[in-house]
């Protein structure tokens, strides 16, 4: 078990030490001056948003994770009549939520210093405090990225991993991104807090051999063979609001949901980095928070590029 003691000197050492990993345009203290309560506002809006409903940390989490195979706020872009969003794409449709909590952090913010914050920075630091406000690590978010003027429905299918990747599928799909094996399993830890639905694990948990045969059949009574393909079932049967290692011992165990989470622990390159996080979680949550950090970092728009939306869900 990780004491409290640990956990602040974690999040202390976190705050220090990872400062200099961002590329130099972005800062932990872009807003500092030009918006001082950015950061204030954001936590107590995500605050608000778990309170009532503990899934949206999750939800929050996973919009950033897709939003930054580019980390410019163009997930949150609606279809027009020039492109077609990244929200229909293949790893997004029916499941990415969260929408209107940013939307309203934005009018929040708006209210506070118009014009100032991004999007795309919303998105980093809504990820972070929900990740936080559920147990997990906290990390010094670098800032300063710009939003997106458009959005691409192909890249989004090319770029975010699918679900149904092996582990070599999985490597190279992060790899392109310059992220390795050791991060994405790290990332993949993010799983520890929210759901999936049935349609996309009923062929793992009716099809595979390598899953825990009781667990299968627990999560069948939510998921029927035929029909429900939008039952959720929880990621981490256990503690499923709870940001913890919960996810790892489940993938040991053979009870991974998802075909790709349990590919990280089937006999392959990355199975003693899931055992060593299932049973150490103060080196997941060190593994993490710096992995969030190089992945918020990946190809920001920054300077003059892009802008800053007034409304998150259109450019301006």
């Given at each position: 078990?990780?004491?409290?003691?640990?956990?602040?000197?974690?999040?202390?050492?976190?705050?220090?030490?990872?400062?200099?990993?961002?590329?130099?345009?972005?800062?932990?203290?872009?807003?500092?001056?030009?918006?001082?309560?950015?950061?204030?506002?954001?936590?107590?809006?995500?605050?608000?948003?778990?309170?009532?409903?503990?899934?949206?940390?999750?939800?929050?989490?996973?919009?950033?994770?897709?939003?930054?195979?580019?980390?410019?706020?163009?997930?949150?872009?609606?279809?027009?009549?020039?492109?077609?969003?990244?929200?229909?794409?293949?790893?997004?449709?029916?499941?990415?939520?969260?929408?209107?909590?940013?939307?309203?952090?934005?009018?929040?913010?708006?209210?506070?210093?118009?014009?100032?914050?991004?999007?795309?920075?919303?998105?980093?630091?809504?990820?972070?405090?929900?990740?936080?406000?559920?147990?997990?690590?906290?990390?010094?978010?670098?800032?300063g990225?710009?939003?997106?003027?458009?959005?691409?429905?192909?890249?989004?299918?090319?770029?975010?991993p699918?679900?149904?990747?092996?582990?070599?599928?999985?490597?190279?799909?992060?790899?392109?991104?310059?992220?390795?094996?050791?991060?994405?399993?790290?990332?993949?830890?993010?799983?520890?807090?929210?759901?999936?639905?049935?349609v996309?694990?009923?062929?793992?948990?009716?099809?595979?051999?390598?899953?825990?045969?009781?667990?299968?059949?627990?999560?069948?009574?939510?998921?029927?063979?035929?029909?429900?393909?939008?039952?959720?079932?929880a990621?981490?049967?256990?503690?499923?609001?709870?940001?913890?290692?919960?996810?790892?011992?489940?993938?040991?165990?053979?009870?991974?949901?998802?075909?790709s989470?349990?590919?990280?622990?089937?006999g392959?390159?990355?199975?003693?980095?899931?055992?060593?996080?299932?049973?150490?979680?103060?080196?997941?949550?060190?593994?993490?928070?710096?992995?969030?950090?190089?992945?918020?970092?990946?190809?920001?728009?920054?300077?003059?590029?892009?802008?800053?939306?007034?409304?998150c869900?259109?450019?301006?």
């Open positions: 078990m990780v004491t409290c003691i640990n956990l602040m000197k974690l999040r202390i050492l976190l705050g220090l030490v990872l400062i200099g990993t961002a590329q130099a345009q972005l800062s932990p203290d872009y807003y500092e001056k030009t918006c001082p309560r950015a950061l204030y506002t954001i936590r107590n809006a995500v605050h608000k948003a778990i309170a009532a409903e503990h899934q949206m940390g999750a939800s929050l989490l996973r919009l950033h994770f897709h939003d930054c195979f580019g980390c410019d706020a163009s997930v949150l872009l609606n279809d027009t009549s020039t492109f077609t969003g990244e929200q229909t794409a293949s790893a997004n449709a029916g499941s990415l939520r969260g929408f209107t909590v940013i939307d309203d952090i934005k009018s929040k913010v708006e209210s506070v210093c118009p014009g100032v914050v991004s999007c795309a920075d919303i998105l980093a630091v809504a990820a972070r405090d929900s990740v936080v406000l559920l147990g997990g690590p906290t990390w010094r978010v670098q800032l990225r710009r939003d997106s003027t458009t959005a691409s429905l192909s890249t989004a299918n090319t770029d975010i699918s679900p149904i990747l092996d582990l070599s599928g999985l490597i190279s799909s992060f790899s392109k991104k310059g992220l390795t094996a050791k991060e994405m399993v790290a990332l993949s830890g993010g799983h520890t807090i929210g759901q999936a639905r049935c996309v694990i009923r062929n793992r948990i009716y099809n595979e051999t390598n899953i825990d045969a009781s667990f299968a059949s627990s999560v069948k009574s939510n998921c029927p063979n035929n029909g429900g393909d939008n039952n959720l079932i990621l981490d049967a256990i503690t499923p609001v709870e940001f913890d290692n919960g996810y790892f011992k489940g993938l040991v165990n053979n009870k991974g949901l998802i075909h989470d349990q590919q990280l622990f089937n392959g390159s990355t199975d003693s980095q899931v055992t060593s996080y299932s049973e150490n979680p103060s080196s997941f949550y060190w593994d993490f928070a710096k992995a969030m950090i190089k992945m918020g970092n990946l190809s920001p728009l920054t300077g003059t590029s892009g802008q800053i939306r007034t409304s869900w259109k450019t301006n």
